[in-house]
């Protein structure tokens, strides 16, 4: 039902995840099984909104995972920003795949902007941040924050970032002009790309915490994807416990023993 009315396919999610899932939404509207909630979302349509929402992960806050942002800030950069010089060119292109509510693109834009204004650096910037949550997506957009979301920041980044009202932290003009929020299905069958990048050619992939929830035919799909949509040598981000399946091992090569971070190889 929800592929049919929504085209939103979860069928290689993880099942007991979807189970989980589901369960809150019966439990929620008073039913008692998942044949009565089955009935009750075929004559209540707004629920299904209800349940797409439960289905889709939103868990994230700025600079999740420390450590691949402190490699990410000292080594990715300078050497994307190092090879970009060297060969004249005067962009570079970021996508955050699954981006939730923002904090992923926003962490990498604010380290970026910190590098290119510390070099006096002049470089255009194309972060793209996808999702196929549209509530999530448009909270992005808004870029506010609530006290859990911003307390990995140091706070010299989140004075100069960030403004405070009450008990939300909005992040700046400056920052947000640089991410680009649009919906995009990674199990989209006609597009391996989001369409605002247009031809992908992306320079640094970021895809954390995604995969997990699909079924290793369904992740073989998405790093096929994201392998097409990348560069020569670029970078590929992913969550802690995510690694290329059997069919790309050799296809991105883990830059250290600490971090998920890959670089690609061979075209």
């Keep these: 039902m929800v592929k049919e009315q929504r085209n939103f396919d979860f069928t290689g999610s993880q099942e007991s995840m979807l189970e989980r899932r589901i369960q809150k939404r019966i439990h929620a509207t008073n039913n008692k099984n998942i044949d009565d909630y089955f009935e009750y979302l075929n004559n209540n349509s707004a629920e299904i909104d209800n349940l797409i929402d439960v289905l889709t992960i939103n868990v994230s806050r700025f600079f999740r995972n420390s450590l691949s942002f402190e490699y990410i800030s000292s080594v990715i950069i300078p050497k994307l920003i190092f090879q970009k010089v060297q060969a004249n060119e005067n962009s570079l292109r970021i996508w955050s795949a699954g981006c939730s509510y923002g904090e992923e693109p926003y962490s990498i834009a604010i380290i970026f902007n910190e590098f290119l204004n510390k070099e006096k650096i002049s ?11 549209k509530k999530a997506l448009k909270h992005a957009a808004a870029g506010k924050y609530d006290s859990v979301s911003i307390k990995n920041i140091k706070y010299a980044l989140l004075d100069k970032y960030f403004t405070q009202k009450e008990d939300y932290f909005t992040i700046s003009s400056e920052i947000k002009r640089m991410v680009q929020f649009s919906f995009f299905d990674l199990l989209d069958k006609n597009h391996h ?35 097409k949509s990348m560069n020569k040598d670029s970078y590929l981000v992913l969550g802690e416990s995510e690694v290329p399946v059997e069919a790309f091992k050799k296809k991105f090569k883990r830059v250290n023993n600490i971090t998920k971070i890959y670089r690609k190889v061979g075209e």
């Design 123 to 133: 470089l255009k910037l194309n972060i793209f941040a996808t999702d196929i949550d």
């Design 193 to 227: 790309v989001p369409q605002e990048s247009i031809f992908g050619d992306f320079d640094l992939v970021l895809c954390r915490n995604v995969l997990i929830y699909f079924n290793p035919e369904y992740q073989k799909n998405i790093f096929n994807k994201l392998y």
